[in-house]
């Protein structure tokens, strides 16, 4: 599979504007299983089409999260009274636990011990930090990486740590020390366990690296099956969706962000995969397709 240089034109936005209703529908759709002793926290499980591995959606943040309209500058009041979002925009702090091949695995780790939620949760599910066997590392944002040290530990000692090459150099060889603390020390409390990858590499499980750029230099979305792993492809879902074209503040090169958000929106819709992203919507899934 190859989607690193797909080409995907401005017209496009016309037809995901057609497909927005479909994919923020199938939000409420049912999970497989849910776990009832951490039902608040971590309430939906999905099955890929394996029929052996299972993706579930952890939230990190605690409460409500809703964004003011102004954290996507480009998104002018017309659009915001249009969608209805002039109270907020939903979103999540999220990662996702793997069980694939009889092991666990987490795409990314969230805020943190002591900010999120992610120990207290797996610690519901009779899942320990030492039965991680692989974190695949979507970029270096600290809402995404921060749960990977405490006190100066790594959190998941027998975890071995999948990176992009190119995330990792732009944080740790290019920009300035004072800036990138959090990123360098992730690095190298977890250096005798790191393990670099390109786009378009196929990793442990069978997990495709996908090309998404623009978020961060290096930010990477994964595929495994039906299941595509976003990332911070939306911030925004409900505003985002019908409108690729709008970034966050976040987005570190807004021009390489829209075309990353056009072309693997239009990816997943045309292939009916289940999206799942760490700032959508609860319980941040997104399937497309479900509620046609």
């Known amino acids: 599979m190859k989607l690193n ?15 927005a209703s479909l994919l923020l529908a199938s939000c409420t759709s049912k999970p497989i299983a849910t776990t009832s002793s951490a039902k608040n926290l971590f309430p939906n499980t999905y099955a890929l089409d394996d029929g052996e591995s299972t993706i579930t959606w952890i939230k990190d943040n605690q409460g409500t999260t809703m964004h003011e309209a102004g954290l996507f500058p480009d998104a002018t009041p017309e659009v915001i009274a249009e969608l209805g979002l002039q109270y907020g925009i939903a979103s999540t702090i999220s990662c996702f636990l793997l069980h694939a091949d009889g092991k666990w695995a987490l795409f990314d780790t969230g805020l943190g011990i002591g900010k999120g939620q992610l120990i207290t949760v797996l610690d519901s599910l009779n899942v320990s930090s030492e039965s991680i066997s692989e974190l695949f590392i979507t970029h270096f944002h600290g809402d995404h990486i921060g749960g990977m040290v405490y006190e100066g530990k790594p959190v998941f000692p027998n975890a071995e740590v999948y990176v992009g090459q190119r995330e990792y150099d732009a944080w740790i060889n290019e920009m300035p020390k004072e800036n990138t603390r959090m990123q360098r020390e992730a690095m190298d409390v977890y250096k005798n366990r790191l393990h670099f990858f390109q786009f378009g590499d196929t990793l442990t499980h069978g997990i495709v690296c996908i090309d998404a750029v623009g978020h961060t230099p290096g930010h990477t979305v994964f595929q495994k099956g039906n299941l595509l792993v976003i990332g911070d492809l ?47 919507p609860e319980p941040a899934f997104i399937k497309p397709g479900q509620a046609k």
């Open 5 to 19: 240089h797909l080409s995907v034109s401005y017209a496009l936005v016309g037809s995901l504007i057609l497909t």
């Open 234 to 280: 939306l911030h925004g879902a409900a505003l985002q969706i019908p409108h690729p074209e709008i970034c966050a503040r976040f987005d570190m090169d807004k021009e390489q962000a829209v075309a990353s958000r056009i072309r693997i929106l239009k990816y997943a819709a045309d292939n009916n995969l289940l999206m799942a992203g760490m700032h959508l």
